[in-house]
């Protein structure tokens, strides 16, 4: 099991920066692919970016490449979304996941965190 917990969400205006991180609770967590996920008010969740358990390799959503880099620090067991040129339509509950890197790019995660709300005023 593990156990997934978001934290850096809140409210910014269009054009600012967020960082979203997520603390793993696991020993593992180095083996295992990371992702990103959310979902904007009254629409399905969605992909966002996922990185490898090395950081080796990640993907990304058409619509956030360029300004999201997802990023993981092994040594803390904890991964991150840095945000930039945020827009209206960034708005959404920002999900953590976890699982095999494939199946992450896929919209099929293992393990889900909690959420964290992300609101883009314009």
């Known amino acids: 099991q593990v156990q997934l917990v978001e934290s850096g969400g809140g409210l910014v205006q269009a054009g600012g920066s967020l960082r979203l991180s997520c603390a793993a609770s696991?020993?593992?967590?180095?083996?295992?692919?990371m992702g990103w996920f959310r979902q904007p008010p009254g629409k399905e969740r969605e992909f966002v970016a996922a990185?490898?358990?090395?950081?080796?390799?990640?993907d990304y959503a058409d619509s956030v490449k360029g300004r999201f880099t997802i990023s993981r620090d092994n040594a803390k067991n904890a991964v991150y979304l840095q945000m930039n040129s945020l827009k209206p339509e960034d708005t959404a509950i920002y999900y953590c996941?976890?699982?095999?890197?494939?199946?992450?790019?896929?919209?099929?995660?293992?393990?889900w965190g909690q959420g964290t709300q992300v609101t883009v005023s314009s």
């Open positions: 996941a976890a699982g095999f890197f494939s199946a992450l790019v896929d919209g099929r995660p293992n393990y």
């Open positions: 696991r020993h593992t967590f180095s083996s295992v692919a």
């Open positions: 990185i490898s358990w090395n950081g080796g390799n990640a």
